[in-house]
């Protein structure tokens, strides 16, 4: 009889101590949490500019410099980023050679062949890819290509400690975008390196539409990661341009792989609707907040990547606002065609003064073909944007040095028609079907248009430049060509009418945004909530920095708390096990503290210094047992893909802004 009621009484003890350890593990740090199985994958993807690329030569028929190597080598080296021959001039010229892109021909079999004009489409065997005799890759799946974008880091960093000023070091942190994400995920969740947290880094200068062979590696990544990982979904987060890139990945996929493969997709200061700098970086050039890197210099360089143009401002949303200012008359986003135009035109005046007349041709026109790099028709085909009036050069006239600026300023013709499919995709499709976290910033001063007339007197403040060319509602109708133009008052000031006014640097007009881009582009997923509910939380911050914005405290604790609220709901679906039950006690405390207020804070402390005994006891006396009962999640469910999305009252809501600037409160759930 004693026997049977001491049996009864361990029973019921240690049902009570098991309760009460449930109740007390929610409590935990997350420092404290364990690796275990139920967590979702994470696989980052950066932004523009933001992860390594490699490249090697294969033998290079002409080189801009005797200093420059052309033979072909087996050793890969860092084409980007690599420090030192940005900052040594000598040398410049031959990274800007191998880093820039051409139109040519495939050469082999099997390689990816995305059309992107109508010419394009009937001409496969051309596309715009690294130059003739550079091979390039993408070091893909590791984080260490997007926890360091430079390869020399050691080098930068002693630059950066002993000769930089100070006010140069901050720029400087976007070389490391992910590193505190990745480090933070390690030390507190138990992620590990290139198992359960990935990289999908890609050939930044290429645009999404056009990069057939990361889709498919992206693919690749997403689906060997789940298997690895248990059949868990993976999570993906996108920083800035990496936002596009996996929202048109996304837009490939048929809704059932989604359904399976994806948990989440976090988006990052994603520029959804383009930003003002990248006209900037077109038509004057854009250092990357780099020291002693010429703007002019990257020019040449950058007007023949496609990304550039993708992330010119959208029509859709920009509408009729003024985005930039001559001396001869104002642009808006339908007006793209004219001023990359006289952008071209100054590039051709340029290279005939420099030159002579055979750099000066007629203007270019919309047929397809390829050029080389003087210029000069090969094959006897048109160039894209050119009008088909140059003659074939002979043998020796092939070896004169190229034109650069001539040949870069061609290649922005053809790389508008680009933008103008990847937006008419993004005005179309909307939200990806898939949770979404959003993330932007707003706050800081941030450039909405630019003018290049240099005229005397202040720039337009940014309520003045807001309040002249609002956004309408809806997308407006394209101006016909027989609207009045807005002309610049250039009598009012030192207005020039120099044929080179884009190779001096604009006056600009700021508004609001994280620095970067415009809150009115990286705000567009408020849109999607307004549509898609529940399925989509909006987080906005202040006073964080575009590049900033992925190593911000705020915005990872924001990514790390979402990642523990979705593995919940999923761990909840899918009848998780004790292991992933005890792994995942601080979202259930958060969960459970939001959802029902058990708990009170103050009585934190004093739980937790109970927890390392009975964590201890229960190793070593239990197994392992299903827990899906303590849960009974009575939210109203959507179903989205077949599972389960966090509802706006389970998110636990981030501080109110106050003086300091601290992050607004989440929008949506």
Avoid at 245 to 264: D, G, S, V
Avoid at 350 to 364: D, E, F, H, N, V
Avoid at 597 to 624: C, D, I, K, Y
Wanted: some cysteine; hydrophobic content about 40%.
């Amino acid at each position: 009889m004693s026997g049977a009621v001491s049996g009864r009484g361990l029973a019921s003890l240690t049902v009570s101590l098991g309760a009460l350890g449930a109740l007390v593990c929610l409590m935990l740090p997350a420092e404290w949490v364990l690796p275990g199985k139920g967590r979702s994958p994470v696989i980052l993807v950066p932004g523009l500019g933001g992860s390594q690329v490699e490249g090697r030569l294969t033998g290079k028929a002409r080189v801009p410099s005797l200093l420059c190597h052309r033979g072909a080598s087996a050793q890969w080296f860092a084409l980007w980023l690599n420090m030192e021959p940005l900052l040594t001039p000598w040398r410049f010229n031959c990274w800007a050679d191998n880093v820039r892109l051409e139109w040519r021909a495939l050469e082999e079999e099997g390689q990816g062949r995305v059309a992107v004009t109508p010419e394009a489409k009937e001409q496969q065997d051309w596309e715009w890819r690294a130059p003739a005799g550079v091979e390039v890759r993408v070091p893909f799946g590791s984080t260490k290509s997007v926890e360091r974008v430079d390869a020399n880091a050691h080098k930068l960093d002693w630059l950066v400690k002993h000769s930089l000023p100070a006010d140069l070091e901050e720029p400087l942190h976007w070389l490391s975008p992910f590193r505190t994400l990745v480090q933070r995920l390690v030390d507190e969740l138990g992620y590990a390196r290139d198992q359960n947290i990935l990289a999908a880094p890609y050939d930044f200068r290429i645009s999404p539409g056009s990069n057939s062979e990361w889709q498919q590696r992206m693919k690749g990544l997403i689906e060997s990661t789940y298997e690895a990982q248990g059949g868990k979904p993976v999570t993906l987060v996108c920083h800035s341009l990496g936002g596009l890139y996996t929202w048109h990945f996304l837009h490939q996929q048929r809704n059932n792989w989604i359904a399976k493969y994806i948990l989440r997709v976090v988006f990052v200061a994603v520029p959804f609707a383009g930003t003002p700098r990248a006209l900037s970086m077109v038509l004057s050039g854009d250092d990357f907040d780099l020291p002693m890197v010429l703007p002019l210099a990257m020019r040449r360089v950058q007007r023949t990547f496609q990304s550039p143009f993708v992330l010119l401002p959208s029509k859709h949303v920009w509408g009729n606002t003024t985005l930039v200012s001559t001396p001869q008359r104002n642009y808006t986003a339908f007006e793209y065609e004219a001023l990359i135009e006289e952008a071209y035109q100054q590039a051709m005046d340029t290279a005939s003064s420099q030159t002579g007349p055979r750099a000066s041709a007629s203007p270019p026109d919309e047929a397809g073909g390829a050029w080389d790099e003087n210029g000069v028709l090969v094959d006897g085909g048109n160039a894209p944007g050119d009008s088909g009036q140059h003659v074939a050069q002979d043998d020796a006239t092939d070896e004169a040095p190229p034109n650069p600026e001539v040949y870069a300023a061609r290649a922005m013709r053809y790389h508008l028609q680009t933008l103008e499919n990847f937006t008419a995709d993004l005005q179309a499709k909307g939200a990806p079907r898939v949770p979404v976290l959003c993330m932007y910033s707003h706050g800081l001063d941030t450039p909405v248009r630019l003018e290049y007339s240099h005229a005397s007197g202040s720039v337009n403040s940014a309520a003045d430049a807001n309040s002249v060319t609002p956004t309408p509602a809806h997308p407006p109708t394209p101006p016909d060509s027989s609207r009045e133009t807005v002309q610049t008052n250039a009598a009012a000031g030192t207005g020039t009418t120099s044929n080179r006014i884009f190779d001096l640097p604009p006056k600009v007009v700021m508004g609001d945004g994280d620095g970067t881009a415009s809150v009115k582009s990286t705000s567009l997923c408020e849109e999607w909530h307004r549509r898609l509910g529940s399925r989509l939380r909006v987080i906005p911050f202040r006073n964080v920095s575009h590049f900033n914005m992925i190593r911000e405290k705020a915005v990872t604790d924001a990514i790390i708390e979402q990642l523990q609220l979705d593995m919940m709901a999923h761990c909840s679906d899918q009848h998780c096990s004790m292991e992933d039950f005890w792994s995942h006690e601080q979202w259930m405390w958060l969960y459970l503290r939001q959802r029902w207020g058990w708990v009170p804070q103050h009585q934190l402390a004093r739980l937790q210094r109970v927890l390392s005994s009975f964590w201890t006891w229960w190793q070593s006396g239990e197994e392992a047992a299903d827990t899906a009962p303590l849960l009974v999640d009575d939210r109203d469910q959507e179903e989205d893909g077949g599972r389960l999305s966090p509802s706006a009252d389970d998110v636990p809501s981030p501080p109110q802004d106050d003086a300091e600037g601290n992050p607004a409160a989440p929008r949506g759930g």
